[in-house]
């Protein structure tokens, strides 16, 4: 009886007819799945919190990194079922659950399949039940730590080792920061040691290894290496020119930034600004952003920016009162005072759909702010045109009640229908897209905006498409792991890549240019007075610019792992790519003129560095081995 409720708390059942093993409440996590014989793997989901306002995706990769199942779960399909085939290999199947999922999902497959879970590290990953185990394993001579994050649920971790029952555990606390969290180290031996875990306290769940494979199975024996084998990306590049590339720029300080910082920020070369504009402080004083404004034109050369009004001390839901309408004033003279140099942007409010109770709401502040823009044909002059809705987040909802009544995409359509004439640009920020595989939605983002404006007869958008905020987590909701390192870097190249990947974008922003003590997610590290220095994701930046071209060229990429933009400036030609795997690539190039005039190839790895990299030309096709983790830019001159 006891081994029975044991089988039945790790989630595995029995059936009459064949044994299955079932993973249960997934929310955030990476499924490897190795067959040795005909098998399926069944996902089933059921709602979590606000499904029914957000799209999903899951995706299903073979041993060679290939996509072989990719289901889009619509925001109506808050219940339901996708089922694959797993072929026998040495290789491991990749079933991928990006975070963060409105939705809990439930994956069965064949007990003898090996299955190994592979948890998100910081954010939650899963709901658990209390005393629920599962089983990891520690390579000889490695320092592995067990951590953990208290969500709300889970609050400890107990490890014991199998072999002699010695035990650790490690108390999950609240803390102020969300990138705090808690861990222990485990023993060093000079053996491999299998570890069982349990899981104190039902609900949210944040647990995983450093030092060693973030890898937990539900039996021992299944504690088997990962084989990924080497993939292969081909790309074809055709003369077909699609459009441009947006512009790449930063969120920048409220502050006459210190004359020391200006080597970090020439490196990040920014080519458009994300400002913010407190009314109630220039309502005050209305010269107080012209210092900071004009140095970032001047001495920066931004001439493409976006201003949000609020208010200070993170107020968003302003009012069409006496003070607002004093800063918009100010920030309307100000930026005539430029002398009608470059395209400044003005949104009327910061994420009105997370911070207004209802769309009416936010229009009547709309309405009233853009007449008061209009009333004046300097402002146009000037270079001033009106951005909307500035959502957070686009396709999906934002992280709210009744977030189903506030999708960014359903406010633009009304505000477009309604007051269509008093609008340039659609704006939008994007959050929670953290994971390296679901980056493409960019992609997806970016064109249904383009069908929400309408193209004209040269295939632009009607109304300029700028996404003026990005970073992989909203707020403060950060996690190391991701912000202080290389993945920051990769995940950044990914988005750049398929947000401008089919010439409809004209403005892309890192939100922020600079850490600070309560949201440390910017492109800079302040070291202490007066120093700075760039953050993985700011050295990958300055390698991205320093390849960045005007037009977009069609490329054709069978690749899932390994995202490729191709770019021209009249004899120029640079393909900028990343590999998001682990597993090594050879990337073969179609289209090309052999021998390459003035041909390069750099790499940007692991180490934040970049180098030179050997390639091939021959017939008409270049190829090379791509490691992973890796950008990569390809430059030459067409003849």
Excluded at 1 to 14: D, E, I, P
Excluded at 58 to 76: F, M, V
Excluded at 517 to 526: C, I, N, Q, S
Excluded at 625 to 637: C, D, N, S, V, Y
């Amino acid at each position: 009886m006891k081994r029975l409720v044991l089988l039945l708390s790790l989630g595995l059942s029995l059936d009459t007819w064949a044994a299955s093993m079932r993973w249960a409440d997934i929310r955030d996590a990476s499924l490897y799945l190795q067959a040795d014989r005909p098998d399926s793997v069944t996902v089933r989901w059921t709602p979590a919190w606000q499904a029914d306002a957000n799209e999903e995706r899951l995706y299903l990769l073979d041993g060679q990194g290939k996509l072989q199942g990719e289901r889009l779960i619509a925001a109506s399909e808050t219940r339901g079922t996708q089922s694959w085939t797993l072929a026998p290999g040495a290789a491991s199947y990749q079933l991928e659950i990006p975070g963060y999922s409105f939705r809990r999902y439930t994956v069965e497959h064949d007990e003898r399949t090996v299955a190994l879970f592979a948890p998100a590290k910081v954010h939650v990953s899963a709901e658990t039940r209390d005393g629920d185990e599962l089983f990891f394993k520690v390579a000889p001579g490695e320092h592995a730590v067990l951590a953990g994050k208290f969500h709300g649920g889970v609050s400890t971790l107990q490890a014991q080792r199998v072999g002699d029952g010695k035990q650790v555990s490690v108390a999950l606390k609240p803390y102020r920061a969300y990138w705090q969290f808690d861990k222990v180290e485990l023993p060093v031996a000079q053996v491999e040691q299998i570890w069982r875990l349990r899981l104190q306290g039902a609900g949210k769940a944040a647990f995983w290894l450093d030092g060693t494979a973030n890898l937990f199975a539900q039996k021992p024996q299944q504690l088997k290496p990962l084989r990924a084998d080497d993939g292969q990306t081909r790309l074809t590049l055709h003369d077909k020119v699609l459009g441009n590339t947006p512009n790449l720029g930063i969120a920048l300080p409220y502050v006459v930034v210190p004359a020391s910082s200006y080597a970090v920020l020439d490196a990040l070369k920014p080519q458009a600004g994300a400002y913010y504009s407190f009314v109630d402080i220039t309502a005050d004083r209305p010269h107080y952003e012209d210092k900071f404004r004009q140095l970032y034109r001047q001495r920066f050369g931004i001439t493409q920016d976006i201003t949000l009004l609020a208010g200070s001390h993170r107020k968003s839901d302003l009012r069409a009162d006496a003070t607002s309408n004093a800063g918009l004033e100010a920030w309307l003279a100000a930026t005539r005072a430029l002398g009608g140099q470059g395209t400044h942007y003005i949104a009327f409010a910061d994420e009105p759909n997370l911070n207004y109770p209802d769309y009416a709401d936010y229009q009547r502040l709309f309405d009233s702010m853009a007449r008061q823009v209009r009333s004046n044909p300097e402002n146009a002059r000037a270079g001033v045109r009106i951005a909307m809705p500035a959502s957070t987040r686009l396709i999906n909802g934002p992280l709210a009640d009744n977030a189903s009544t506030k999708r960014g995409i359903d406010w633009a359509r009304r505000l477009l229908a309604e007051s269509g004439d008093q609008v340039d640009a659609l704006a939008w920020h994007e959050w929670m897209v953290r994971d390296l595989l679901a980056t493409r939605v960019y992609r997806d983002s970016v064109r249904r905006a383009a069908d929400l404006v309408g193209l004209d007869a040269h295939g632009r958008p009607r109304k300029a498409l700028l996404l003026d905020q990005t970073n992989l987590s909203p707020g403060s909701d950060l996690s190391p792991y991701d912000q202080e390192t290389h993945f920051a870097a990769v995940w950044w190249a990914s988005v750049v890549i398929n947000s401008s990947q089919d010439g409809l974008l004209q403005m892309l922003n890192w939100f922020q240019a600079a850490d600070e003590p309560e949201y440390p997610k910017g492109m800079v590290r302040l070291l202490g007075e007066d120093r700075f220095e760039l953050k993985p994701v700011g050295l990958a930046q300055q390698f991205i610019q320093q390849h960045w071209l005007h037009e977009v060229l069609y490329l054709e990429n069978d690749a899932f792992e390994v995202d490729v933009l191709a770019m021209a400036d009249d004899a120029k030609r640079s393909l900028l790519g990343v590999n998001k795997g682990a597993r090594l690539q050879r990337v073969d190039l179609a289209g090309a003129h052999c021998p390459l005039a003035n041909g390069s190839l750099r790499y940007f790895g692991t180490d934040n560095r970049s180098r030179d990299a050997p390639f091939n030309c021959n017939d008409g096709r270049v190829s090379f081995e791509l490691p992973g983790q890796t950008l990569f830019a390809l430059t030459w001159k067409a003849s």
